[in-house]
């Protein structure tokens, strides 16, 4: 019994754990609504909390000390605040995960509610022994005393309120907070429905905004613009965020501050001194005890800021009798308010540029309310705005400095390296028996350059682990580009298959291509003057191995080989083919280098589309985390896309619909 007192104590500290954590995440990200991130009902979660009740939903356990009654009162109090705190995570589920979870939730409630109840009636919450010997606890065992219905004389009190009155009360509370959590779940079902009406409006706004640029590149200015509406939408019409507002939130802050208030005074008036724990959990009741009457105040602290948050809506009502009040000084008042308005209009004539309406300028306009708020309106897109700057900056500091080393150093002019592919075998049957088209794409291009670069010998280990070190960097983006907007299952198969080779080029120590160490190919260029170019024998090496591992999955072997290995292979044979032929790369390693800066250059001149993009999903429980996704991006890439919208490195003549497909740049540049 004492393993499991300790058991308890641990679940209810994990419980404790999360709750702090969400309290920090709101002070972190400016929500001080603080939002569930942490602290969710979900499986996992009941399961803890389950455990931590293990007190007043046990039946037959003696409880004979004070410290033992008082620890089974506190855990009905910390489930209280537990329940207070986990309310707004119902926002952020679906109707069939939302039903699920309060159904569960509900059983765990009523559980404990009729376990407490029944402890009532038959006495085992309020007979503690005062002042007996806990030696003669034989004499004084609750199931003798349930069986024969007597009683000691004294039970002990807190200032005259029996234990008894005071489980009553949590219970009642307890049926409280889980009438607020089904009465909130039905509402959130109907809020969802009328911000998604008004999101989808502020949808149209901000693209038709994004869309004035038709035929230009997504400057960074703009789409740092476009990123904030969507951030002012996602934010204000956060689900979360709108279960703060309704007077259920407000009920829970109130229920869990005069839960805490009841558990300190039952704690204060109680002298522990004079008592022992009588329990077969022995010593661990007071830790129990102690860890979760913590988990009750530091519990209290976001249900009462969400229901501060939630009177600030008030505010006007407050502000109007003040006005009345202060009456003599309204001449005043009315002449200050009128200097700054003046001040704030100058200041806004200034800044903004010139004469050009913009549905952007308004970003009120983007701020998502199940009510029309004029004062909210106008308030919310200042403190949004701050946390995106502050997003954006931060994301910054991780920038992509290595790929944007190579790319600056070796991309040039016009993306040339794109030119080294044959624009008529860009579409190639994997084998005869494969009913997969195999599709050119980005990252399997820069992988199998890299590839070769690696096992070439005459370039320093330095230069090798800078260069992978940029085509880390680089696939990252490459991959999120196609992700996004190469998603056809041609070129799926592809960039699967690229992503298996790169764990074996990179991932490796000794790096291996398709099962071949690249040490090995190395290992068999010789060095004589009257043989051949030594990068050109790694090339002619690749080349052989590759047609050998074509042959094989055409003609049906079963040595190992699978689609990835036919379609990385396939891909090799292209590129090396394509080097032998371009006789005029003189210093080959500067120019795989080369190649391999402008096909990642060219692939991430798409990266203002996928931002764009990533703007916006149509589930309004991923809108908030959507957007931070983009925001970070275009914070870690916001240097790299100016260098890429230089005019220098422009391609003239592509159509931008083509521009996110490698092999649509094939044929765009090898046209005459």
Same mark, same amino acid.
């Given at each position: 019994?004492?393993?499991?007192?300790?058991?308890? @104590?641990?679940?209810?500290?994990?419980?404790?754990?999360?709750?702090?954590?969400?309290?920090?995440?709101?002070?972190r990200?400016?929500?001080?609504? %603080?939002?569930?991130?942490?602290?969710?009902?979900?499986?996992?979660?009941?399961?803890?909390?389950?455990?931590?009740? #293990?007190?007043?939903?046990?039946?037959?356990?003696?409880?004979?000390?004070?410290v033992?009654? $008082?620890?089974?009162?506190?855990? $009905?109090?910390?489930?209280?605040?537990?329940?207070?705190?986990?309310?707004?995570?119902?926002?952020?589920?679906?109707?069939?995960?939302?039903?699920?979870?309060?159904?569960a939730?509900?059983?765990?409630?009523?559980?404990?509610?009729?376990?407490?109840?029944?402890?009532?009636?038959?006495?085992?919450?309020?007979?503690?022994?005062?002042?007996?010997?806990?030696?003669?606890?034989?004499?004084?065992?609750?199931?003798?005393?349930?069986?024969?219905?007597?009683?000691?004389?004294?039970?002990?009190?807190?200032?005259?309120?029996?234990?008894?009155?005071? @489980?009553?009360?949590?219970?009642?509370?307890?049926?409280?907070?889980?009438?607020?959590?089904?009465?909130?779940?039905?509402?959130?079902?109907?809020?969802?429905?009328?911000?998604?009406?008004?999101?989808?409006?502020? !949808?149209?706004?901000?693209s038709?905004?994004?869309? *004035?640029?038709t035929?230009?590149?997504?400057?960074?200015?703009?789409?740092?613009?476009?990123?904030?509406?969507?951030w002012?939408?996602?934010?204000?019409?956060?689900?979360? %965020?709108?279960?703060?507002?309704?007077?259920?939130?407000t009920?829970?802050?109130?229920?869990?501050?005069? /839960?805490?208030?009841? !558990?300190?005074?039952?704690?204060?008036?109680l002298?522990?001194? /004079?008592?022992?724990?009588?329990?077969?959990?022995?010593?661990?009741?007071?830790?129990?005890?102690?860890?979760q009457?913590?988990?009750?105040?530091?519990?209290?602290?976001?249900?009462?800021? &969400?229901?501060?948050?939630?009177?600030?809506?008030?505010?006007?009502?407050?502000?109007?009798?003040?006005?009345?009040?202060?009456?003599?000084?309204? %001449? %005043?008042t009315?002449?200050?308010?009128y200097?700054?308005?003046?001040?704030?209009?100058?200041?806004?004539?200034t800044?903004?540029?010139?004469?050009k309406?913009?549905?952007?300028?308004?970003?009120?306009?983007?701020?998502? *309310?199940?009510?029309?708020?004029?004062?909210?309106?106008?308030?919310?897109?200042?403190?949004?705005?701050?946390?995106?700057?502050?997003?954006?900056?931060?994301?910054?500091?991780?920038?992509?400095?290595?790929?944007?080393?190579?790319?600056?150093?070796?991309?040039?002019?016009?993306?040339q390296?794109?030119k080294?592919?044959?624009?008529?075998?860009? !579409?190639?049957?994997?084998?005869?028996?494969?009913?997969?088209?195999?599709?050119?794409?980005?990252?399997?291009?820069?992988?199998?350059?890299?590839?070769?670069?690696?096992?070439?010998?005459?370039?320093?280990?330095?230069? $090798?682990?800078?260069?992978?070190?940029?085509?880390?960097?680089?696939?990252?983006?490459?991959?999120?580009?196609?992700?996004?907007?190469?998603?056809?299952?041609?070129?799926?198969?592809?960039?699967?298959?690229? +992503?298996?080779?790169?764990?074996?080029?990179?991932?490796?120590?000794?790096?291996?291509?398709?099962?071949?160490?690249?040490?090995?190919?190395?290992?068999?260029?010789?060095?004589?003057?009257?043989?051949e170019?030594?990068?050109?024998?790694?090339?002619?090496?690749?080349?052989?191995?590759?047609?050998?591992?074509i042959?094989?999955?055409?003609v049906?072997? #079963?040595?190992?080989?699978?689609?990835?290995?036919?379609?990385?292979?396939?891909?090799?044979?292209?590129?090396t083919?394509?080097?032998?032929?371009?006789?005029?790369?003189k210093?080959?390693?500067?120019?795989?280098?080369?190649?391999?800066?402008?096909?990642?250059? @060219?692939?991430l001149?798409?990266?203002?589309?996928?931002?764009?993009? #990533?703007?916006?999903?149509?589930?309004?429980?991923?809108?908030?985390?959507?957007?931070?996704?983009? @925001?970070e991006?275009?914070?870690?890439?916001?240097?790299?896309?100016?260098?890429? *919208?230089?005019?220098? &490195?422009?391609?003239?003549?592509?159509?931008?619909?083509?521009?996110?497909?490698?092999?649509?740049? !094939?044929?765009?540049?090898? +046209?005459?």
């Amino acid at each position: 019994m004492v393993l499991i007192g300790i058991y308890i @104590a641990l679940a209810s500290l994990c419980c404790i754990l999360a709750m702090v954590a969400d309290l920090l995440h709101g002070l972190r990200s400016r929500k001080l609504w %603080f939002p569930c991130k942490f602290f969710t009902i979900n499986a996992a979660s009941l399961t803890v909390i389950a455990v931590a009740m #293990k007190l007043p939903v046990d039946l037959s356990a003696s409880m004979p000390g004070v410290v033992d009654q $008082v620890s089974k009162l506190g855990s $009905v109090a910390f489930m209280c605040t537990m329940m207070a705190n986990l309310l707004p995570c119902l926002a952020t589920m679906d109707n069939n995960a939302m039903l699920a979870n309060i159904i569960a939730l509900g059983v765990m409630v009523i559980t404990l509610v009729v376990n407490v109840c029944i402890q009532i009636q038959t006495g085992v919450v309020a007979c503690t022994y005062c002042k007996v010997p806990l030696m003669k606890e034989d004499e004084y065992h609750i199931p003798k005393m349930v069986a024969s219905g007597k009683y000691p004389d004294t039970l002990d009190v807190i200032c005259g309120v029996p234990y008894s009155i005071i @489980a009553a009360i949590y219970v009642t509370m307890l049926l409280l907070l889980l009438i607020i959590h089904v009465s909130s779940s039905l509402a959130i079902l109907k809020s969802k429905e009328i911000i998604e009406s008004k999101y989808q409006e502020g !949808h149209v706004r901000a693209s038709r905004f994004l869309q *004035q640029s038709t035929g230009e590149l997504l400057t960074v200015d703009t789409l740092r613009q476009h990123v904030k509406n969507y951030w002012i939408m996602a934010g204000s019409g956060s689900p979360q %965020f709108l279960i703060t507002c309704p007077p259920t939130t407000t009920a829970s802050g109130v229920i869990c501050a005069l /839960t805490a208030l009841l !558990h300190t005074l039952t704690i204060r008036w109680l002298d522990f001194s /004079t008592y022992r724990c009588g329990s077969a959990y022995k010593g661990t009741t007071q830790l129990i005890l102690d860890v979760q009457y913590i988990g009750v105040l530091v519990g209290s602290v976001a249900p009462l800021s &969400r229901c501060f948050a939630s009177l600030s809506f008030y505010k006007e009502g407050v502000v109007a009798v003040c006005k009345i009040i202060a009456l003599n000084s309204f %001449f %005043f008042t009315m002449c200050v308010l009128y200097i700054l308005q003046c001040l704030k209009c100058l200041s806004k004539s200034t800044c903004c540029s010139s004469g050009k309406e913009d549905d952007n300028l308004d970003e009120s306009s983007y701020v998502l *309310q199940l009510e029309e708020e004029n004062e909210l309106a106008k308030r919310t897109p200042k403190g949004l705005s701050k946390s995106l700057d502050q997003l954006i900056q931060n994301s910054e500091k991780k920038h992509p400095e290595n790929l944007m080393k190579l790319i600056n150093t070796k991309s040039t002019e016009g993306f040339q390296g794109l030119k080294m592919f044959d624009k008529n075998n860009d !579409h190639v049957q994997c084998s005869p028996t494969s009913k997969v088209i195999y599709r050119d794409c980005w990252s399997l291009a820069v992988v199998t350059l890299a590839t070769i670069a690696v096992t070439l010998p005459e370039i320093k280990k330095v230069e $090798v682990a800078s260069l992978l070190k940029s085509v880390r960097e680089g696939l990252d983006y490459v991959t999120l580009v196609e992700k996004n907007l190469n998603a056809t299952p041609d070129c799926v198969s592809s960039q699967k298959a690229a +992503e298996w080779l790169w764990q074996e080029v990179d991932a490796s120590s000794s790096h291996i291509w398709l099962g071949i160490k690249l040490k090995d190919i190395a290992s068999q260029v010789t060095t004589s003057d009257c043989i051949e170019d030594p990068m050109m024998q790694i090339v002619d090496l690749f080349l052989k191995e590759a047609k050998i591992k074509i042959s094989k999955s055409r003609v049906g072997s #079963k040595d190992g080989d699978s689609e990835f290995t036919s379609i990385c292979a396939i891909s090799m044979a292209r590129i090396t083919e394509t080097i032998i032929k371009d006789s005029e790369n003189k210093s080959f390693d500067e120019s795989i280098s080369s190649r391999i800066a402008d096909i990642m250059a @060219a692939c991430l001149t798409n990266l203002p589309q996928v931002i764009a993009m #990533k703007c916006h999903t149509s589930a309004i429980e991923n809108r908030e985390a959507c957007v931070k996704g983009a @925001a970070e991006i275009l914070g870690e890439t916001s240097e790299l896309i100016k260098s890429l *919208q230089d005019p220098s &490195r422009r391609v003239s003549g592509i159509n931008p619909d083509n521009m996110p497909f490698i092999d649509k740049w !094939h044929a765009c540049m090898s +046209e005459p």
